[in-house]
């Protein structure tokens, strides 16, 4: 595989710092021997936040009355193909059972969980879709108790739009409380919540090291960190197209990666040239959030054919792929390390981000070699049962004593063996004792 980077990371994207664990770690152990008044006190000196931490049915009345129908139409458009495609994804998880051989039945259960915790991201923007992507999943799965809980965004706490975002995607409760001190709240089970059995959602450095460090006792969606994505494009690419889509995930942070692999170098030459003159015409901060991902994680690599770029795709394992092609069913067969895929020109990484089903919370920094993004199942339990009848009885007995002994586990050859032959076993066991 020959690949020539025309341009290549001047830095390697951030990892966790030893201060942010040390941090995390110092945090988390006061709150859970100090509990509420230890994140209500944090929630004071990191957030400025003097309000309840509860968000009462009157607030949440009252800030669904204050959002525009419009964006309440385009947020319930988003949730319905959210939820319609969580729905689809549980019809997948079937309980079954199986005769293995006469008299064995074994089967499973798709048991959902008893309370999640949807930590919803705030800060410089305001992530309506992430609530809809958590916590309607949650709600589709089965989760009969969903805790959400967002940052204050100054003395108006959690922005309408948020809340009603929250609201009716099917919160059981909201928390107006965010970083640590919020992650906390809802693995520990404080103001009224029940103590979560999974913690979900994207978060900043600290939130991540929080749901990392606690991670065992609770589960977790995945080990997240920062956003990234790869483009793939060939000669039938528009180099506008790929340099707004380039630029629009890179306004995400100064920590996000985006990367560009080609076949053509025309087009390669075209995105340089264009992507610093889109990133110039953004706001202030998406701008300078921007320059700093391109600048130093920005990567374009020009490839001899499309099997290299595919493979390039395969060792970069993008949380976000998006295929600028043609062929489409090749890439899609083809491709094999992804959070999410997006076929085609037409197939916006943005609209995936926001509103078109499958979920936005995926793998990042390579993680999509193993682990899929947030869905149904991560709220599930698959767990087995089995039965045993005299029919299978006698054979299994003998089979599972036969491993046991050569696995020089005496007790459990006996727990096979009663059932066997009880009597037998009882006299047999009664003589070793008496020497």
Excluded at 63 to 68: E, G, I, K
């Amino acid at each position: 595989m020959t690949i020539q980077f025309l341009k290549s990371a001047t830095e390697q994207p951030a990892q966790t710092s030893a201060d942010i664990s040390d941090t995390v770690q110092v945090m988390l152990a006061r709150l859970r021997t100090g509990g509420a008044q230890v994140a209500l006190d944090y929630a004071q000196r990191l957030d400025g936040w003097q309000g309840d931490i509860s968000v009462t049915s009157d607030q949440i009345a009252q800030a669904v009355a204050r959002v525009p129908q419009d964006l309440k139409d385009d947020i319930q458009w988003a949730h319905e193909n959210i939820s319609r495609f969580a729905a689809a994804q549980r019809a997948t998880a079937q309980d079954m059972q199986v005769e293995l051989r006469p008299g064995l039945i074994a089967g499973q259960r798709q048991i959902p969980l008893s309370a999640a915790g949807c930590y919803v991201p705030g800060g410089r923007y305001t992530h309506i879709a992430s609530a809809l992507m958590s916590i309607a999943t949650a709600r589709e799965a089965g989760v009969p108790d969903i805790t959400a809980c967002s940052p204050p965004n100054g003395a108006q706490g959690i922005p309408d739009a948020m809340l009603y975002a929250m609201h009716l995607a099917g919160a059981t409760r909201i928390l107006c409380i965010g970083g640590v001190q919020g992650i906390a709240a809802m693995a520990f089970g404080l103001f009224g919540a029940p103590p979560a059995d999974i913690l979900v959602g994207p978060g900043n450095a600290y939130v991540a090291e929080a749901k990392r460090q606690l991670f065992g006792p609770v589960g977790i969606d995945m080990f997240a960190g920062p956003t990234d994505i790869l483009v793939l494009a060939d000669e039938t690419a528009d180099p506008e197209v790929v340099a707004v889509d380039l630029v629009g995930q890179a306004e995400h942070g100064a920590t996000s990666p985006v990367w560009l692999a080609t076949t053509h170098k025309p087009l390669a030459d075209a995105v340089l040239a264009r992507i610093p003159h889109l990133i110039a015409d953004l706001p202030g901060p998406n701008r300078e959030a921007a320059e700093i991902a391109w600048r130093d994680l920005g990567e374009v690599a020009l490839c001899d054919t499309r099997e290299d770029m595919a493979q390039f795709a395969d060792d970069r394992a993008a949380e976000h792929l998006h295929v600028q092609a043609q062929d489409l069913p090749w890439w899609r067969d083809r491709l094999r390390a992804y959070g999410s895929l997006f076929l085609g020109e037409d197939t916006s990484v943005a609209f995936g981000d926001k509103a078109a089903g499958p979920n936005h919370v995926l793998p990042t920094s390579g993680a999509a070699r193993y682990t899929g993004g947030l869905s149904v199942h991560k709220f599930l339990k698959t767990v087995t049962w089995q039965k045993v009848d005299d029919r299978a009885r006698p054979d299994l007995a003998r089979v599972s004593a036969g491993i046991s002994r050569a696995e020089r586990m005496e007790g459990h050859a006996r727990s096979a063996d009663i059932r066997l032959d009880p009597p037998a076993l009882s006299t047999r066991i009664q003589r070793e004792a008496q020497g």
